[in-house]
Nanobody, 120 residues
Framework: QVPLVESGGGEVQAGGSPRLSCVAS???????????MGWYRQAPGKARELVAR???????IYADFVEGRFTISKNNGRKTVYLQMSSLKPEDTAVYYC???????????WGQGTQVTVSS
């Protein structure tokens, strides 16, 4: 598995535009480019759910609730995946987790999560 470290969460006002980052600092660059990376979130009392995912080939999928407000991107040179969020709503409040899916591991890797709290 790959250690992942998220950052960029915190308290934001509704309508805010924070950017989350997830670094796989211990990954070797030649293998990081083979990872599918994603962002998930978990609100209190709810199951973890997909927010956005980017395959190694750059294909992207978003959850329906994103509605064009979030953008996932990846910088292979920095071994980092980002989630640029905008037009945040209180219902976006959750712990956001970074996820890596590698071709050589039967299980996904997860970061420790970063809390995003949106106040109205």
């Amino acid at each position: 598995q790959v250690p992942l470290v998220e950052s960029g969460g915190g308290e934001v006002q509704a309508g805010g535009s924070p950017r989350l980052s997830c670094v796989a600092s211990r990954a070797i660059l030649s293998t990081f480019v083979t990872y599918d990376m994603g962002w998930y979130r978990q609100a209190p009392g709810k199951a973890r759910e997909l927010v956005a995912r980017m395959t190694k080939d750059g294909r992207v999928i978003y959850a329906d609730f994103v509605e064009g407000r979030f953008t996932i991107s990846k910088n292979n040179g920095r071994k980092t995946v980002y989630l640029q969020m905008s037009s945040l709503k209180p219902e976006d409040t959750a712990v956001y987790y970074c996820n890596a899916r590698t071709p050589t591991s039967p299980t996904d890797s997860w970061g420790q999560g970063t809390q995003v709290t949106v106040s109205s």
